[in-house]
């Protein structure tokens, strides 16, 4: 068993910076997202599923885990095609379908055409992923415009309204959305206070929509990271916090995206059949009370 303290990079951390929303290839290190080491089980044979944010980070290392378990993914991203394509190749690796679409969630009518495109190019949609996510940091909230706070929460919460709504028609019982969170949720880092705050209703949309879909048989939770290493970091953080980035947690580093991946094929999978509402903390130590 490898030492959770060591067994992936340690702050300091090369300083760096890139412009939003990032490239995974321009990072140092590199993120893991569980290309050399994930291994099935059929957990997800035959599913379909639709992830938000899917090119990168978090997004990429789920939808490589899906696909290894046996699921056909369809990518939603914005407009970071390198990595996108990236991501397809690994799904398709692995022996499943992939589509790879551009395009804004923040947008209602996109996220309308996401779900028309999976039912209609992978035959249906059984997992809904709610990765995407926008953040910027601010020293106060006197640099944060009205514009910048619609954006943060467009992108980040009005989407995953979007998507469930547009997703729930053709999720049959069984069915599974999973919701992506924060340690901020609970624990709010000031300087993203927009990005922190929509974080928080996610978690209360998790637990109000999980109710409102009990009966459908359809299952609702979200997971909380803690800090993660992907492209958002070194695209929207000064160099010194880049540097020391995951210091904080008790394991005294960020996560790899390979590190959150099964917290979602579990939440997805059948196995969770109880589990609604949840909120799934993988914060490297740091409570969420």
Same mark, same amino acid.
């Given at each position: 068993?490898?030492?959770?303290?060591?067994?992936?990079?340690?702050?300091?951390?090369?300083?760096?910076?890139?412009?939003?929303?990032?490239?995974?290839?321009?990072?140092?290190?590199?993120?893991?997202?569980?290309?050399?080491?994930?291994?099935?089980?059929?957990?997800?044979?035959?599913?379909?599923?639709?992830?938000?944010?899917?090119?990168?980070?978090?997004?990429?290392?789920?939808?490589?885990?899906?696909?290894?378990?046996?699921?056909?993914?369809? &990518?939603?991203?914005?407009?970071?095609?390198?990595?996108?394509?990236?991501?397809?190749?690994? /799904?398709?690796?692995?022996?499943?379908?992939?589509?790879?679409?551009?395009?804004? /969630?923040?947008?209602?009518?996109?996220?309308?055409?996401?779900?028309?495109?999976?039912?209609?190019?992978?035959?249906?949609?059984?997992?809904?992923?709610?990765?995407?996510?926008?953040?910027?940091?601010?020293?106060?909230?006197?640099?944060?415009?009205?514009?910048?706070?619609?954006?943060?929460?467009?992108?980040?919460?009005?989407?995953?309204?979007?998507?469930?709504?547009?997703? /729930?028609?053709?999720?049959?019982?069984?069915?599974?959305?999973?919701?992506?969170?924060?340690?901020?949720?609970?624990?709010?880092?000031?300087?993203?206070?927009?990005?922190?705050?929509?974080?928080?209703?996610?978690?209360?949309?998790?637990?109000?929509?999980?109710?409102?879909?009990?009966?459908?048989?359809?299952?609702?939770?979200?997971?909380?990271?803690?800090? &993660?290493?992907?492209?958002?970091?070194?695209?929207?953080?000064?160099?010194?916090?880049?540097?020391?980035?995951?210091?904080?947690?008790?394991?005294?580093?960020?996560?790899?995206?390979?590190?959150?991946?099964?917290?979602?094929?579990?939440?997805?999978?059948?196995?969770?059949?109880?589990?609604?509402?949840?909120?799934?903390? /993988?914060?490297?130590?740091?409570?969420?009370?």
């Amino acid at each position: 068993m490898a030492d959770p303290n060591t067994s992936h990079p340690t702050p300091p951390l090369p300083k760096q910076q890139q412009e939003p929303p990032g490239q995974t290839g321009r990072m140092r290190p590199e993120p893991d997202h569980g290309e050399h080491s994930y291994r099935g089980s059929g957990r997800l044979e035959g599913k379909v599923a639709l992830i938000t944010g899917g090119d990168s980070g978090i997004g990429r290392a789920v939808a490589i885990a899906f696909a290894r378990e046996g699921a056909d993914v369809l &990518v939603s991203y914005l407009d970071e095609h390198e990595d996108a394509r990236e991501t397809v190749r690994w /799904v398709e690796q692995a022996g499943r379908r992939a589509i790879a679409v551009p395009g804004d /969630v923040a947008d209602e009518a996109h996220c309308r055409a996401l779900v028309d495109r999976a039912v209609r190019d992978l035959g249906g949609i059984d997992i809904l992923v709610n990765n995407a996510a926008y953040q910027m940091t601010f020293d106060g909230i006197d640099q944060i415009s009205a514009e910048e706070w619609d954006k943060t929460f467009r992108t980040n919460i009005h989407s995953q309204f979007y998507l469930s709504k547009a997703a /729930v028609p053709h999720l049959k019982p069984g069915s599974a959305i999973v919701n992506t969170s924060s340690i901020n949720a609970k624990d709010p880092s000031p300087s993203l206070l927009p990005y922190a705050t929509t974080k928080g209703a996610i978690a209360n949309f998790t637990a109000g929509l999980a109710q409102l879909l009990a009966d459908k048989g359809i299952r609702v939770n979200c997971v909380a990271p803690g800090p &993660v290493w992907t492209p958002l970091i070194p695209s929207t953080m000064p160099e010194q916090k880049v540097e020391n980035f995951g210091a904080n947690t008790p394991l005294g580093r960020p996560a790899q995206p390979a590190e959150l991946a099964p917290a979602y094929v579990l939440l997805a999978s059948p196995e969770a059949s109880y589990i609604t509402g949840a909120v799934l903390a /993988v914060t490297g130590g740091r409570p969420m009370l």
